[in-house]
């Protein structure tokens, strides 16, 4: 058999080409779906102009888009990587997408890296429009945008693990209701739109524990009041990010 005969020579793509391919399909799968674009980017831009421009809440001094920024910010890295990633996950794995990816040469923990690589990109482009919105708001952010990269990493860590474990105990319509009813709760009493201080201070105590409590928290110390990276919301997110990954990959059912 003359040499060349089969050039290219068939197989698996390398890990990492595959990787790139399906965090490019999650993406695409993403944006195309419109419950998904109007929980990710409808809902907290419509949010952030509606409390900026209405003074329904009272924030206390200064103006009402530096502190909801932050807030809408911690929103979205939720809503995309948890909500959202649960919703998507939980339906994979119902119509049994899941388990004919992992019967693929993709390995399963590369489809799981696909798919945070995907929320990245996601939160990337949330992120960059809710900037812009905000800052045709008047927000004046401060603080050092390495602080905010940490807490933002810290926290889809946090969500996603969560997300995960969510979409893969069970099933997808439960996942469905169960991730809608944690991102209204949150969205109220996790101090994205309304002050922790707002509510009785035992509630505090527990809502501070909360990792979208810690996220909004973080962000607002640091954009708003420009302080260094706040440590204590940091380890709220790492300790959430730890426990919420490791039960989803013990518990985590691919079928």
Partial sequence: MSAGTFTPRPGAAPVSRM??????????????????????????????VLFSAVDIIDVGTGKSVDFLAPGILALAVMSTAFTGQAIATGFDRRYGVLKRLGASPLPRWALMAAKTLSVLVTEVLQIALLTVIAFALGWSPQGNPLSVAVLILLGTAAFSG??????????????????????????????????????????????????????????????????????????????????????????????
């Fill in 19 to 48: 990787i790139l391919a399906q965090t490019a399909l999650e993406t695409r799968m993403l944006l195309r779906n419109g419950e998904q674009l109007l929980l990710t980017v409808i809902i907290p831009a419509l949010l952030l």
């Fill in 162 to 255: 969560l997300g995960l474990l969510m979409a893969g105990t069970l099933r997808a319509e439960a996942t469905l209701a169960a991730a809608n009813l944690v991102f209204l709760l949150l969205l109220v009493g996790g101090g994205v739109i309304v002050p922790l201080d707002k509510f009785p201070g035992a509630v505090q105590s527990v809502l501070g524990l909360l990792p979208i409590s810690a996220l909004s928290d973080g962000l607002r110390e640091v954009l708003q009041h420009g302080a260094a990276l706040p440590w204590g919301d940091a380890a709220i997110l790492a300790v959430w990010a730890v426990l919420g990954l490791g039960a989803a990959g013990r518990l985590f059912r691919w079928e």
